[in-house]
């Protein structure tokens, strides 16, 4: 889009967009606690997508919609880093549940079941079930982290580092296992939550649709996604 005089016309891209930075703010929302307000993120999303406009060339052959979700996307989950946006109990139950989850795996020689590791953590399933709904979102940036570009260089973590380190052979070894170990550590986990995870990250469908898929209510696709993120680290926390 263009002025009169032959300029990128910036208001007119930002009011194009801006239903990319409330898709991207929805679809982020549904890993996030309460506490966290749609409105803030979409304000921070609206910087990404302005910095996007300012820093984008055509000449580089990437779309501007693809470069602008990097931008939007990177500028989110930096302001969640930067924020106290999890309550110390969330975080501290989401550390019980990996501890539960690596203590049976060392036991039990597989993954547990959800029924095993609330009896591990001394809670009845439901009050188990409960609190991973209530953790949800401790375990945002340590996935988009691995996979997801989060950073506002556009790549994702692992393949920065890749591109960082290619003079560096030992670097660029631990980096390459790090991607395979996570890829192993997915197929692992049990059918339903690999279902989760496929239909989320990889085909973009949200909670309503998953669970529609599934036949189970949203709150249970929660549920799903925090126990499956909770495998994941504990399985990777040695690398």
């Known amino acids: ?20 930075v409330r898709r991207l703010a929805t679809h982020m929302m549904a890993k996030l606690p309460p506490n966290v307000e749609l409105d803030d993120l979409v304000q921070v ?23 602008a ?7 989110m989950l930096d302001e969640l880093r930067n924020g106290d946006w999890m309550s110390r109990s969330s975080r501290k139950g989401q550390k019980d549940i990996e501890r539960a989850i690596h203590r049976l795996e060392q036991t039990l020689g ?3 079941l959800e029924s095993e590791i609330a009896q591990e953590m001394g809670m009845e399933l439901q009050e188990y ?12 940036l ?3 982290d691995l996979g997801r570009g989060s950073s506002n260089d556009g790549d994702d973590f692992l393949d920065r580092h890749l591109a960082d380190q ?12 790090l991607r395979s170990a996570l890829v192993q550590a997915i197929t692992q986990l049990p059918e339903r939550e690999q279902y989760v995870m496929g239909m989320y990250y990889e085909q973009d469908m949200n909670l309503k649709e998953i669970a529609a898929v599934l036949g189970v209510t949203e709150s249970r696709v929660c549920q799903l996604h925090s126990q499956a993120i909770a495998r994941l680290r504990a399985k990777m926390r040695a690398h």
């Open 129 to 140: 079930q409960q609190l991973l709904g209530k953790v949800r979102g401790t375990q945002l």
């Open 166 to 177: 290619q003079l560096d052979p030992a670097s660029l070894l631990r980096s390459q296992r």
């Open 142 to 144: 340590y996935l988009e």
């Open 69 to 75: 979700t990097q931008r939007i996307r990177g500028a």
């Open 1 to 20: 889009m263009y002025t009169a005089k032959g300029q990128l016309d910036r208001d007119a891209l930002i009011r194009q967009h801006l239903p990319l």
């Open 45 to 67: 999303g609206m910087i990404g997508l302005t910095e996007a406009l300012s820093r984008y060339e055509a000449s580089q052959g990437v779309q501007f919609e693809t470069f």
């Open 110 to 112: 597989r993954s547990p």
